[in-house]
């Protein structure tokens, strides 16, 4: 008889556990944390990452982060929300992107800090991105 076993679940974080990564890489003042939620919010809704929908606390997977973080980041450099999701989902093959360019040679087309971005998740969420505790 064998035993099947169940594959690990995927570590996930919740909005409230992103925010203080957020807030550390797009250093808002404290006045502005609520705008800075209200367009993390905005780039979920949007197709960075997946929205349970009111009432219930959403998780989302470290793929989703980054999605969020790249979106907010190629906003910060001017880039229109819109065109920002529409540009992720291009070079993404899960979004119906062309799995030959993908999204790694996105990055070589603009200066995105790839390794800033690695680094602060994993000291903010280590349980996803492998950082020291």
């Known amino acids: 008889m064998k035993l099947a076993i169940a594959p690990e679940p995927e570590p996930t974080c919740t909005f409230a556990e992103m925010l203080p990564l957020?807030?550390?890489l797009f250093d808002p003042e404290p006045?502005?944390?609520?705008?800075?939620?209200?367009?993390?919010?905005?780039?979920?809704?949007?197709?960075?990452?997946?929205?349970?929908?009111?009432?219930?606390?959403?998780r989302y997977g470290a793929g989703e982060v980054r999605r969020v973080l790249i979106a907010m980041e190629l906003h910060q450099m001017g880039l229109a929300p819109e065109k920002a999701i529409a540009?992720?989902?291009e070079h993404d093959p899960r979004f119906g992107g062309s799995a030959r360019i993908g999204v790694g040679s996105?990055?070589?087309y603009i200066d995105i800090d790839m390794d800033g971005l690695r680094m602060a998740a994993q000291q903010h969420l280590p349980h996803m991105f492998g950082g020291a505790s």
Do not use: H, Y
């Not at 960075?48 to 959403?58: H, I």
């Open 22 to 24: 957020l807030a550390s």
């Open 31 to 58: 006045t502005r944390i609520t705008a800075l939620t209200g367009r993390a919010k905005r780039f979920m809704t949007m197709g960075a990452a997946s929205c349970p929908g009111r009432g219930s606390v959403g």
């Open 87 to 89: 540009l992720l989902n």
């Open 106 to 108: 996105l990055f070589s």
